[in-house]
């Protein structure tokens, strides 16, 4: 019988694979960042993307911050002129060797009631919970509104 190293086990959890990069079971969570209109918003808007290197579908339940009153997953949809955004009921599928991009005018999280200023550079610490693969915990990193770098 053959004994794994403790650090093949550990590589495994979920845990930081890069400066911004996460993973839980097949899921990879990149560049999760948290856009706001100034430093002393009360809400802002979470961006990421979640590739499923996987060979079965799961699904983001939900996002759960302490630095926020309330985080929800919403998507934009476009009724005639106007855009709406509408909760995500049931969380956000994640398709098997799919990725899925949370960006301005589509799916994004909506961290309602921020519970301090967040100037650019700082972060808040989230729990993302998927059906399947479980729980990760990242950091969104806030960027201004008004910066051209972050696309997404």
Same mark, same amino acid.
């Given at each position: 019988?053959?004994?794994?190293?403790? &650090? &093949?086990?550990?590589? @495994? =959890?979920?845990?930081? /694979?890069?400066?911004? *990069?996460? #993973?839980?079971?097949?899921?990879?969570?990149?560049?999760?960042?948290?856009? =706001? &209109?100034?430093?002393?918003?009360?809400? @802002? +808007?979470?961006?990421?993307?979640? #590739?499923?290197? @996987? %060979?079965? $579908?799961?699904?983001?339940?939900?996002? /759960?911050?302490? $630095?926020?009153?309330?985080?929800?997953?919403?998507? /934009?949809?476009?009724?005639? $002129?106007?855009?709406?955004?509408?909760?995500?009921?049931?969380? %956000?599928? %994640?398709? $098997?060797?799919? /990725?899925? #991009?949370?960006?301005?005018?589509?799916?994004?999280?909506?961290?309602?009631?921020?519970?301090?200023?967040?100037?650019?550079?700082?972060?808040?610490? +989230?729990?993302?919970?998927? *059906?399947?693969?479980?729980?990760?915990? %990242?950091?969104?990193?806030?960027?201004?509104?008004?910066?051209? #770098?972050?696309?997404?």
């Amino acid at each position: 019988m053959r004994l794994m190293p403790i &650090a &093949a086990l550990l590589a @495994g =959890l979920a845990a930081p /694979t890069g400066a911004h *990069e996460y #993973t839980v079971g097949r899921l990879l969570v990149v560049h999760p960042v948290i856009r =706001l &209109a100034s430093p002393v918003s009360k809400t @802002g +808007a979470g961006y990421l993307a979640i #590739t499923n290197r @996987g %060979v079965a $579908a799961d699904r983001l339940l939900s996002v /759960t911050t302490s $630095a926020a009153n309330r985080s929800d997953l919403h998507g /934009t949809i476009q009724s005639g $002129a106007v855009m709406q955004m509408r909760a995500q009921a049931g969380g %956000v599928p %994640v398709p $098997a060797g799919a /990725t899925v #991009t949370f960006a301005p005018g589509g799916l994004h999280v909506m961290f309602i009631g921020l519970k301090a200023p967040l100037p650019a550079g700082q972060s808040i610490k +989230a729990r993302l919970t998927f *059906e399947k693969a479980g729980t990760v915990d %990242v950091d969104f990193q806030a960027v201004s509104a008004a910066d051209p #770098t972050h696309k997404h």
